[in-house]
């Protein structure tokens, strides 16, 4: 059983910062890809950005790029999104995810090839 916890969710103004951390459990953290996912009210969970076991690849939805950053640290079993000229339409629950098979080359968007989830993290981003 893998274990993700998000921290670093708030209320900002448009035009401002956050970084979002996901800190897991599990011992292998390093051998699987990780991926952030957001759900707005209302909405289904989309992908919002992905980043490969080592860090090599990452990829981003269109609404994001520029403006978000995805990165890991291994050693601290950790994934982190820094979040920048945050915009209102990108207030939603942020959760992180597991990628279901190891060292693979690829990032995914897709929600099914994750198999563990955070709790999620809310983010608010007023006008």
């Known amino acids: 059983q893998v274990q993700l916890v998000e921290s670093g969710g708030g209320l900002v103004q448009a035009g401002g910062s956050l970084r979002l951390s996901c800190a897991a459990s599990r011992r292998t953290f390093s051998n699987y890809g990780m991926g952030w996912f957001r759900q707005a009210p209302g909405k289904e969970r989309e992908f919002v950005a992905a980043i490969t076991w080592n860090g090599k690849s990452t990829y981003y939805t269109d609404s994001v790029k520029g403006r978000f950053t995805i990165s890991r640290d291994n050693a601290k079993n950790t994934v982190y999104l820094q979040m920048n000229s945050l915009e209102p339409e990108d207030t939603a629950v942020y959760y992180c995810?597991?990628?279901?098979?190891?060292?693979?080359?690829?990032?995914?968007?897709?929600?099914?090839?994750?198999?563990?989830w955070g709790q999620g993290t809310q983010v608010t981003v007023s006008s």
């Open positions: 995810a597991a990628g279901n098979r190891p060292f693979r080359a690829v990032v995914s968007t897709n929600r099914e090839e994750y198999n563990y």
